[in-house]
């Protein structure tokens, strides 16, 4: 076990370095630059010079880059001149708000899909399983924003039930004081992590079902319903853990959408408006942000992951 937490942590470094320097060589390679981005197209030559010799960008990549490393090391992510603040700053402030919003519609896709797909691995190849199966496909084929464009006419126009723009609070209690705008963005974020999740419940549910642990304890005389809940469905969703460690990415894109189409103060929005004005501290900050939470997240999950396998355990006693 120890052994296995080493490489894990060794492989978390090393995917954290690789993300950094990719993300940085990206978007200081693109035309124009930073210079370009923030003194606007009126800008001289020699204004654009004295702006990249003043931020060292005139220096090597790979000088700028331990430069970037060194600043992150000590929490600094730099400045935006075009919000006039701090990139930790405007991350603070947004970060937060984000973390609702996915903490909500991870909750209400967990409890949606977990008996979803246990009712279509009990009833396999029947017609609940088909009709579950076949609004899972469409769930996850249709385009977010498209999603959330139908949830705005459907709930906000012709049934005018919900707001059509989520909460603009600037704190997280402001936020939550409004409820009622917080429905569509995260049913939204939701129906396709459901139509994920719901397939995953599903494909580990049917394995388990087929274990000898499942034959034996029928044979004991136990009813359907306690071998399906208490053995079947706690051993299926083990494998789930992991997935939720290495949903964030996806959880993260769809949250950029989401928050913009819904006007929500989240770091999904304050990306976009970056990448709209080439704001590249912000756009490097906040992919090195989701970078490390990916990793930690699916650190965190294949760890947990690794606390209830056995076959874990008994390669670290091995080793």
């Known amino acids: 076990m120890v052994r296995y937490l080493i490489t894990r942590l060794g492989q978390a470094l090393v995917v954290v370095v690789l993300v950094t320097v990719i993300a940085f060589l990206i978007l200081h390679l693109l035309p124009g630059g930073a210079a370009r981005a923030t003194l606007g197209k009126e ?50 402030q947004r970060l937060p708000k984000t973390m609702v919003l996915s903490l909500l519609s991870t909750l209400l896709a967990i409890v949606l899909a977990i008996p979803l797909g246990v009712i279509q691995a009990v009833r396999r190849n029947r017609w609940p399983d088909y009709a579950i199966t076949s609004l899972s496909l469409l769930a996850y084929a249709t385009p977010i924003f498209f999603m959330g464009l139908m949830m705005i006419i459907l709930f906000s126009q012709v049934w005018p039930l919900l707001p059509p723009e989520a909460p603009q609070g600037f704190t997280v209690g402001e936020v939550l004081a409004d409820p009622a705008g917080l ?5 939204t974020l939701a129906i396709v992590t459901i139509a994920v999740y719901s397939r995953y419940v599903r494909s580990t549910m049917v394995d388990n079902l087929n274990e000898n642990y499942v034959r034996t304890a029928r044979s004991k005389g136990l009813s359907e319903r306690r071998v399906v809940l208490r053995h079947t469905l706690r051993n299926g969703l083990f494998p789930v853990i992991t997935l939720l460690g ?28 970056a990448a709209l004005k080439r704001d590249f501290p912000i756009l490097l900050g906040v992919t090195v942000i989701i970078s490390i939470a990916t990793v930690v997240g699916a650190l965190v999950a294949d760890l947990l992951y690794a606390a209830v396998d056995p076959r874990v355990r008994l390669r670290g006693r091995a080793s």
């Open 43 to 92: 800008a001289t030559l020699e204004q654009l010079a004295a702006f990249n010799h003043d931020m060292g960008y005139d220096r090597p990549w790979i000088q700028q880059y331990l430069m970037y490393v060194q600043r992150l090391l000590h929490g600094d992510l730099g400045y935006s001149y075009q919000l006039n603040q701090s990139v930790v700053e405007a991350i603070t």
């Open 246 to 273: 290495m949903y964030l990415p996806a959880l993260f894109s769809g949250a950029l959408v989401v928050e913009s189409l819904f006007n929500f103060p989240g770091m999904g929005q304050l990306f976009w408006q």
């Open 183 to 187: 429905v569509l963005p995260t049913v």
